[in-house]
């Protein structure tokens, strides 16, 4: 596809159950990154790769939240045991080494 | 101390006005810096990015940076009611090393 393309679009889970969202990255795109953002705030860094490798992970709020990029390509963010607190658009943008991120369309997670 | 800070606003500027958005950083060696705009509930879209130290202009928009002063800015010229957005100011030490947003400024552009 011609952007990053993020699914589902919208996720409502109950609490205490596992969610994963999907990033698909544009072609070609060697860097990703996974955003939070709250209302009014901006995203907030979760966790980025660099090809397959996890290069900074120091923004996972926790042990529940984990990510992974197996061939460099499509990341997937799984967040275990869901809590009510994990509420929020989730974003993922892809770029070049050095050189601009575009964003997906995000992850509307909703936790009840 | 923040890593990027920005003022949240909202800076309110008439239509045909000049808008100054500014950002600053903490991280001296820093070396890639970028502008977007988020619309609400939309994704940030790019506008703008700049690596070495002064101007550079496309369009109605010039991004100026300052690395002795740790300070990036945005100038949208004669602004426009569809330019009232969130501006984000994002920055990248290098490239093995994350991309990190400020917290947006609001611009309103009153008809």
């Known amino acids: 596809g011609a952007g990053v393309s993020q699914s589902p679009r919208y996720k409502v889970t109950k609490r205490g159950q596992d969610v994963a969202l999907r990033c698909d990255p544009i072609s070609g795109h060697v860097s990703l990154y996974w955003y939070r953002q709250a209302l009014g705030q901006g995203p907030e860094f979760l966790t980025y790769f660099n090809y397959e490798a996890q290069q900074d992970k120091s923004g996972l709020p926790n042990d529940r939240f984990s990510a992974e990029r197996p061939e460099g390509s499509i990341s997937t963010l799984t967040i275990q045991r869901t809590e009510q607190r994990d509420s929020a658009m989730y974003r993922c943008?892809?770029?070049?080494?050095?050189?601009?991120?575009?964003f997906g369309q995000g992850t509307r997670l909703t936790v009840v | 101390q923040k890593e990027v800070e920005q003022n949240s606003g909202p800076l309110s500027v008439p239509e045909g006005a000049i808008a100054s958005l500014n950002c600053t950083y903490s991280d001296r060696v820093s070396q890639s810096f970028f502008w977007y705009r988020q619309y609400s509930g939309k994704s940030p879209e790019l506008i703008m990015s700049i690596y070495s130290n002064g101007d550079k202009e496309d369009g109605r928009f010039t991004a100026q940076l300052n690395k002795a002063s740790q300070y990036v800015s945005l100038l949208i010229r004669d602004s426009q009611p569809s330019d009232s957005a969130t501006y984000l100011c994002?920055?990248?030490?290098?490239?093995?090393?994350?991309?990190?947003f400020g917290s947006g400024t609001r611009l309103l552009v009153r008809p």
């Open positions: 994002a920055v990248k030490k290098d490239s093995s090393y994350k991309l990190i």
């Open positions: 943008a892809t770029g070049g080494l050095d050189t601009e991120a575009f």
